[in-house]
């Protein structure tokens, strides 16, 4: 049994204005078992929450990194910690 992990990850490159956060949330969704949101920050970034087992927050992970995205990803940061809850389904924020 797997124990649900959080992923916090902030996406730098040109990620705003080209469906970044709708694509993130089409991968979520189609990975399946996870919940959280993806939002526009104000320098630019995507901030994108996931919570769920580690093997499909890595899975989401791995696409921000190197998957298909909209847009261009110059890189991406993330931190781990135990999930706080409380979301329903995935979002666009």
Known sequence: MSKDVRLVAWVRGRVQGV????????????????????????????????EGSRERCEGLLDWLQTGDTPGHVDGVTEIWDTPRGGYDGFAIR
Not at 22 to 43: H, M, P, Q, V
């Open 19 to 50: 469906g970044f956060r709708w694509f993130t949330r089409a991968k979520a969704l189609e990975i399946g078992g996870l919940s959280g949101f993806a939002l526009n920050l104000g320098d630019g970034r995507v901030q994108v929450v996931a």
